[in-house]
């Protein structure tokens, strides 16, 4: 299998063999030569047996579906290299997929499952600590709202993702200083949490005293799906400025009936690719490695809107709150969003898409944290996994995880009457400042049709658009 000297041999492995034989029911546990794969050939095979499982969960072959993931539990870890921990988490979403066939079952196991606020609050800290794609939406957020409401005595900004004061810690420090002094600030917060908006409360309302700005804090507990818009306040004589921050997509969330009215798009044979020659290439980063896997299987385009699960004119929740916020007449709304197709009408369309992107994250993930480092494995599991698996085990109403590309949410915002509003250059200067403060040099920022980027290597992961009525 290995020739003496340490090095693979690629006319001997087994791998050459693998699609073959791997899948086979006859073929048991523990699979030993499993274990004397190098590291690359690990991950090859873990996206193999990733891709070969989804598509026998899609098609019900659940017998075949359970060997292969007993083969993925010999490779993937938790607590491992970046294809083995990523695995570790899309194994589990395909399991409680397939689990769901048995509601019984599903319901008993999860029946004690506890959800901590506390625990809640800490890991999207966490993932505004590790990582600077908030930190860049924030400052670029900031800035619009400063440039747009130049002069304005009285500015209300609301939040419908209230969950990072920092952000608005920073606007107020920001407003101080203006020349013709700050404004009389009002920041409407929303959040399914109470806590989360006590806290914010409390941090904003202390920076204002202490800088000295007339200050007010409305707090909206509520999912953004069941937002009344009259709660928001919007008082005449105000210049109002609206955040979404990660959340839009939630509201794509619809019924599978309507998800049916579209084709679905066939991917091609999740086992049709060829690992000999893949293995003869170099690995870089994992997501060379996605590229290299899934070049002859379904392969997301980067440049692409590809498929989204339904026309733009059939989200009706989506239509009416976009358009009660245009009723709104905002001076300005920025969108930040999560810059990748994972609203595919097919399991294996959410699969691959979903592994490049968060392949992304957990590389960067390994490039500035320790595998040991408890506070990644948090944002790993209680943060990126529990996404992974609404994406990947939920369908329907269930499924909030909806996110889609630019180019998506250009359309509708379009639709919606609202026009795009060029992101300015000091803007854009402000994170790139930002960007060469971390010590890890595979983040950058594109500016691309007045609106930012934020890349990981050559993979965008987030977009931040701005907007105003047009009327």
Known sequence: MFQDDGSS???????????????SPGFGSPYPWLRELKSEERGLYLIHLLLACANYVATGSLENANITLDQISQLASPDGDTMQRIASYFTEALAERILKNWPGIYKALHSTRISLVSEEILVRKLFYESFPFLKVAFVITNQAIIEAMEGEKMVHIIDLNAAEPAQWRALLQDLSSRPEG????????????????????????????????PFQFNQIVSKLEDIDIEKLRVKTGEALAISLVL????????DDELLRKKSP????????????????????????LLEKDLVNGYSPSHGSASSSTLPLNASLRMD????????LSPKVMLV???????????????????????????DCLESTLPRTSLERLKVEKMLFGEEIKNIISCEGAERKRRHE??????????LAG????????????????????????????NEENGCVMIYWQDRALFSVSAWRCRR
């Not at 041999?9 to 899948?23: D, E, I, K």
């Not at 999740?270 to 003869?280: E, I, K, M, P, T």
């Not at 009416?320 to 009723?327: D, K, P, T, V, Y």
């Not at 790139?432 to 950058?444: A, T």
């Open 320 to 327: 009416s709150f976009l358009n009660a916020l245009w009723g």
């Open 418 to 445: 609202f026009g795009s509003v060029p992101l300015s250059y000091y803007s854009t200067l402000q994170a790139r400042r930002l960007l060469q403060s971390y010590s890890c040099d595979g983040y950058r920022i």
């Open 182 to 213: 700050p404004p009389h600030l009002r920041i409407t917060g929303l959040h399914q949490k109470k806590e989360v908006l006590e806290q914010m409360a409390h941090i904003l309302t202390e920076e204002a005293e202490k800088l000295d700005i």
């Open 265 to 288: 798009v066939t991917p091609k044979n999740a086992n049709g690719f060829n690992l000999q020659r893949s293995l003869q290439m170099n690995q870089g980063t994992l997501g060379e």
């Open 336 to 362: 930040t969003e999560q810059d990748s197709n994972h609203n595919g009408s097919t399991l294996m369309e959410r699969l691959s898409e979903s592994l490049y992107f968060y392949a992304a994250l957990f």
């Open 247 to 254: 959340q839009l997509h939630t509201l794509l969330a619809t």
């Open 405 to 414: 590309k630019l180019e998506k949410w250009v359309q509708r915002l379009d």
């Open 9 to 23: 041999s690629v006319t001997s492995s087994p791998l050459q063999a693998f699609p073959m034989m791997s899948l």
